[in-house]
């Protein structure tokens, strides 16, 4: 196994940054803008990149309010199929902490590139919770 992890600070409430990570607006707000989002455990969200020549569909696996939002990627693109993706948020000292973890199945070159570009999509989260808005990071 190999995993990807990032972590955060937010100056915004816990709730604020479950928003950003569990609705399609917020969703379209920091990542892409073709989004589509079920908001209920066991529903499926949809990202589109490149005009929708490349979709991730990914099972809403756990939704909690103000904590944790977690997803397990579907069977559209291989090497991400099976991976699980986290995100968990609580308020520390000042500021909420969101942490980011995906887990694959093994190191790849693919791994790495995403691990870059989460690194620059927690910034974007961190952006648009505090009210910088940042617009999303794929357009279509």
Not at 105 to 133: F, P, Q
């Amino acid at each position: 196994m190999a995993d990807i992890n990032h972590q955060i600070a937010v100056d915004a409430s816990p709730d604020a940054v479950y928003a950003a990570l569990a609705t399609q607006r917020g969703l379209a707000s920091w990542w892409t803008s073709d989004v589509k989002a079920d908001k209920k455990t066991g529903g499926t969200a949809e990202f589109g990149f490149m005009k929708h020549q490349v979709v991730f569909r990914m099972k809403i696996d756990e939704l909690v309010p103000g904590k944790r939002v977690v997803w397990s990627c579907l069977g559209d693109q291989p090497e991400w199929t099976g991976t699980t993706l986290t995100w968990t948020m609580g308020r520390e000292s000042d500021a909420t902490v969101l942490r980011f973890t995906q887990r694959w199945k093994a190191m790849t070159d693919t791994v790495a590139i995403c691990n870059s570009t989460w690194g620059a999509l927690m910034w974007r989260i961190k952006d648009y919770v505090e009210g910088r808005n940042p617009g999303p990071h794929f357009h279509d």
